[in-house]
């Protein structure tokens, strides 16, 4: 792609932020694993980083709490003539790196040299695509996500938008739902939709989903118990309209018909 030599000069470098999926390599685009490839530096959080397939690239790892150092790091690297891939895990525009380098760009600090990296952003099937797949077709009609992190955000704004979205008949998914410093707010959720919600209104648990220890859980509003959530679960609520096909001997089907009919 770059004459050699050419390095130094700031002509051939690049930018690209790359979604790796949910997990398994079947589930890395054709696109991301080229762009991966062709890159001379690897930038983004440890565990990400780690997921890269092994090749001669330099890995710049860094912790979880530094997206918007992590995304000048690599605008500054790429305007210096490196290839630079940023990496997510699934697809970098939700919840992930892809904003925070945008973020950085648009910084009126930053240098003129930024805005002239070539930059890219190439899409990955994020968390709740994957599990959606794994329980039928719970995002088959309106559905929005929401991340109840509120490191980034009062929680005022989160528990705003769970009744909002419930009172609209949104089906819900649930981005980075506990973890250790935040081990209620997925119970306050689901206090604030059971008072708009039905108790057998259908919610889906996908933990690790494409991962050896994938697990899923289809459960209900009623019934859910937060602890069955980690960090490495998306959590789906069905809408007024979501269903259930029973199965033999396993989870039933969860799907929410493309046609809506307002609840009776
Ligand atoms: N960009 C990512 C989301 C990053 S936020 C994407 O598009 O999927 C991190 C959150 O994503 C986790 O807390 C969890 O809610 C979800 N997540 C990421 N990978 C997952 C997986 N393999 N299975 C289930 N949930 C996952």
């Not at 150092?69 to 790196?97: H, I, K, N, Y």
């Not at 989160?158 to 973890?179: C, G, K, Q």
């Amino acid at each position: 792609m770059s004459a050699p030599g050419t390095k130094a000069d700031g002509a051939s470098g690049w930018l690209t932020v790359v979604g790796l999926g949910p997990g398994p390599e079947d589930w890395l685009t054709p696109e991301a694993r080229r762009d991966l490839a062709e890159a001379t530096d690897i930038v983004g959080y440890g565990p990400y980083v780690d997921r890269v397939p092994p090749g001669p690239q330099i890995r710049h790892a860094s912790d979880n709490r530094v997206e918007l150092d992590r995304a000048r790091q690599a605008l500054a690297l790429a305007a210096e003539g490196r290839r630079v891939a940023v990496v997510s895990g699934g697809d970098p525009g939700v919840f992930a790196m892809a904003a925070a380098v945008f973020e950085a760009l648009d910084d009126p600090a930053a240098p003129a040299a930024w805005h002239r990296v070539p930059l890219r952003v190439d899409p990955g099937v994020s968390a709740m695509q994957a599990a959606a797949a794994r329980a039928g077709a719970p995002l088959g009609h309106d559905f929005c996500a929401i991340s109840l992190s509120d490191n980034l955000k009062p929680w005022e704004v989160v528990t705003r938008r769970v009744r909002l979205a419930a009172e609209a008949d949104f089906v819900i998914a649930f981005y980075n739902p506990i973890s250790r410093a935040r081990p209620w707010q997925l119970g306050a959720a689901f206090d604030v939709l059971r008072e708009v919600r039905a108790p057998e209104t259908p919610v889906i648990l996908g933990q690790a989903i494409g991962r050896p220890d994938e697990k899923l859980i289809v459960t209900s509003l009623g019934a859910v118990d937060p602890a069955q959530a980690d960090m490495r679960t998306v959590v789906i609520v069905g809408a007024s309209h979501t269903r259930l096909i029973p199965r033999d001997g396993r989870q039933p089907w969860v799907y929410t018909p493309r046609s809506y009919r307002a609840p009776a």
